[in-house]
């Protein structure tokens, strides 16, 4: 009895996160469709219907190793909070079958954290310029085999605001990130095949 007591308050409790978050994803514009939701160390994908939003799956996610935060820099160690535009989905790996157009990294691509060009993608030939403050991108093979890149500083970009903010898959047994949003790379993959153009992250406490 007390366990079957035990399932339905659980259950009543997941009801009512869930109307909250729909409640919350109402508040969004109505241009947006689709939106990848992160709080509390969850990661959502949801989709606005003629009446309401559904939710395709939820998954643990990590982030930021020193939480989140509004006002981010280079640094920190923290995940931006707010609504982003999904603007990019790239990876080592070839493209899987994504929704949107992907971009193949090679072993020239750059996430530039140079003055000239920051958070910005960028072709160098190793050893031909100073790039100590960037990511090459090659050199994340599990990180990076699917990504998604966000609009989070980039109209305009402020320089040490920060750069290289993304989605993508968990390497190995990390259980935080420099500041992107870390997921299953099964999970991941997901998101590359079923988020489209338009596609938003919502990252909020």
């Given at each position: ?82 609504l982003f535009k999904v603007t990019l989905v790239f990876g080592n790996a070839p493209d899987p079958g994504s929704a949107m157009p992907y971009r193949r990294i ?100």
């Amino acid at each position: 009895m007390r366990l079957i007591i035990a399932v339905i308050c659980f259950i009543s409790m997941l009801s009512g996160r869930d109307n909250q978050r729909v409640k919350d994803l109402n508040t969004l514009p109505k241009e947006v469709k689709q939106v990848i939701l992160v709080q509390d160390h969850r990661l959502s994908l949801w989709n606005r219907t003629a009446e309401s939003w559904d939710m395709a799956f939820e998954v643990p996610c990590h982030y930021g190793k020193n939480g989140l935060n509004a006002d981010r820099h280079d640094g920190d160690g923290t995940t931006p909070i707010g609504l982003f535009k999904v603007t990019l989905v790239f990876g080592n790996a070839p493209d899987p079958g994504s929704a949107m157009p992907y971009r193949r990294i090679t072993p020239t691509s750059w996430w530039s954290g140079e003055k000239e060009d920051y958070n910005t993608w960028v072709e160098v030939e190793p050893g031909t310029r100073d790039m100590s403050r960037s990511e090459h991108l090659y050199r994340f093979k599990i990180s990076y085999k699917y990504a998604m890149a966000i609009d989070f500083n980039t109209n305009p970009q402020v320089w040490g605001k920060g750069f290289a903010i993304f989605i993508h898959c968990d390497y190995l047994d990390d259980v935080t990130t420099a500041g992107c949003v870390a997921l299953e790379e099964q999970y991941m993959l997901r998101l590359v095949k079923e988020c489209k153009e338009g596609t938003y992250l919502w990252v909020r406490e």
